[in-house]
């Protein structure tokens, strides 16, 4: 008996000399029985149990300790500590003390300094100090929350590495990212994501399948095509960056902006967008297509910009250098171009042509008042002038100092002069033979129009007419001053995509 109490007690409190470097060193029981399991000697402990490996701590209620293999299966309370760095604690655990890895089951709880991770199974490599969970974890710090299903954490280098259903949320900030697969460095706060991916957050929505996002900046950049759905509008493009923050963003490659409720979408290779202040800029051959009253209006400039500033009720779209237009019955030219959503008026600027099936029409400035995306109304202002060709190739000019279009169905069917308006238009006999030509000079007039040909002019305001028959008709008088036909730059379809255009 007393050399039963004599070992308990070398056993308790005095260091195990034989023991080699390595080894795990019990530090205290308050019972120890030696056993036999499967021919193996192993002593089992109970009562506030702790072992000690070099700078690494075991406590738990009850433990299995095999000196042999220099292993530990631990029971109840467990607790792991590894300096002042990690606590783990569980309700079951195996330690291996030669490759010092370990089992941890139930009710898993590990931390450090910045994270507390959940789990009900975790690996943990005290050496290397890495840790794995195969069955689900959820990891919390301050501010988020991480789920995944399989998780390596890598505590010396501070790397996560998450798989499967990977979800992060950050409650304070309406953040929530999920994706397939995450890689986190919290030293560079840089978290990296593959396959499909979702990063929500109070200024959109970011949908793509590979990149990486900036948990300090929170700045997203991705490398693969991908989508920011933003307010009213979306962009897609081959490669995103977006500052959340600042609100900032730039697309590159094959970038596609989508209003829907606008029916418009702007294509052009690199866009700069500013989500909070609802502007967008789109540079590279860029294009805007709406979809409107079963046709399709294409628009291309050097640059294109979207403004959309909903509180105050102002959504518009401007284009500035070498804009073309073209719809089936409308075409034209400027240097600059606005589209006012709000107003559903289209503002040419910078000698602006354009072209209604057999009409030509220029003038200073233009605006095209559309409703329900039909021309309506069609405002000359200033040096206005309006020209068609004939049958014979004979040129019917009307000009003023101002003018208004009024169409039905995209057709014109009455023009209105106000302010030094004349006239020449020539007669025909059928579509064939010329009567002669009718020259009029009157301050206001009014054009109507029928299938698409001059039916009727009104003249007010005392007319001056003249009617020239053919054979005196001049050259020189065929024109009225400040005619030119520019039917030659008149664009088509392709001239407008350009390298979009698909036959």
Request: aromatic share 10%.
């Amino acid at each position: 008996m007393r050399y039963c109490l004599y070992l308990i007690f070398l056993l308790l409190f005095i260091p195990d000399l034989v023991n080699a470097q390595g080894k795990i060193d019990l530090v205290q029981a308050r019972e120890l029985e030696g056993i036999t399991v499967n021919g193996v000697n192993i002593r089992r402990l109970k009562g506030d149990v702790i072992f000690k490996q070099q700078g690494t701590y075991l406590y738990c209620d009850s433990a299995y300790q095999n000196p042999k293999n220099n292993s530990i299966e631990a029971f109840g309370n467990v607790r792991m500590n590894q300096g002042d760095t990690v606590n783990l604690t569980c309700r079951n655990l195996l330690y291996e003390g030669n490759t010092k890895k370990t089992i941890a089951k139930r009710n898993v709880v590990l931390k450090d300094k910045t994270m507390t991770l959940f789990t009900d199974i975790l690996h943990y490599d005290v050496s290397a100090r890495r840790a794995f969970y195969p069955n689900g974890g959820t990891i919390k710090d301050e501010k988020s929350t991480l789920t995944s299903r399989e998780g390596y954490y890598n505590l010396g280098e501070k790397v996560f590495n998450f798989r499967r259903d990977v979800r992060v949320v950050n409650p304070s900030q309406n953040f929530v990212l999920t994706t397939d697969s995450l890689d986190y460095n919290s030293y560079t706060n840089i978290a990296y994501f593959k396959g499909p991916t979702k990063i929500i957050s109070p200024d959109g929505v970011v949908v793509t399948t590979e990149g990486e996002y900036n948990i300090m900046s929170k700045v997203t950049a991705t490398k693969e095509r991908s989508n920011v759905q933003s307010g009213n509008f979306d962009i897609e493009a081959d490669n995103l960056d977006y500052d959340e923050r600042q609100g900032n963003g730039i697309a590159r490659g094959n970038v596609i902006l989508r209003s829907p409720k606008d029916s418009v979408q702007i294509l052009g290779e690199r866009a700069n967008y500013w989500s909070r202040r609802g502007t967008s800029k789109v540079f590279g051959n860029p294009v805007m297509k709406n979809y409107s009253g079963g046709d399709t209006l294409f628009l291309s400039a050097d640059t294109l910009i979207s403004l959309d500033y909903p509180e105050k009720k102002i959504k518009k779209l401007i284009a500035y250098k070498h804009t073309k237009i073209f719809r089936h019955d409308l075409q034209g030219k400027c240097d600059s171009l606005v589209y006012d959503f709000a107003d559903s008026t289209i503002y040419f600027f910078g000698d602006p042509v354009l072209w209604s099936e057999k009409n030509q029409i220029v003038a200073d400035s233009i605006n095209i008042l559309l409703v329900n995306n039909k021309v309506s109304k069609m405002n000359m202002k200033v040096n206005a002038f309006m020209a068609s060709i004939d049958s014979l190739e004979n040129y019917n000019q009307v000009k003023g100092k101002k003018m208004v279009a009024h169409f039905t169905e995209n057709k014109i069917q009455k023009v209105d002069v106000n302010g030094n308006g004349e006239s020449l238009y020539f007669a025909l006999e059928g579509d064939t033979v010329l009567i002669g030509m009718n020259k009029v000079v009157c301050s206001d007039l009014i054009v109507r129009f029928k299938e698409a040909k001059v039916n009727t002019i009104s003249f007010i305001k005392s007319p001056d007419a003249k009617f020239i028959p053919p054979h005196e008709i001049l050259e020189p008088d065929t024109r009225l001053k400040g005619f030119v036909w520019r039917g030659k730059e008149r664009p088509s379809k392709k001239d407008v995509l350009g390298v979009r255009y698909v036959n």
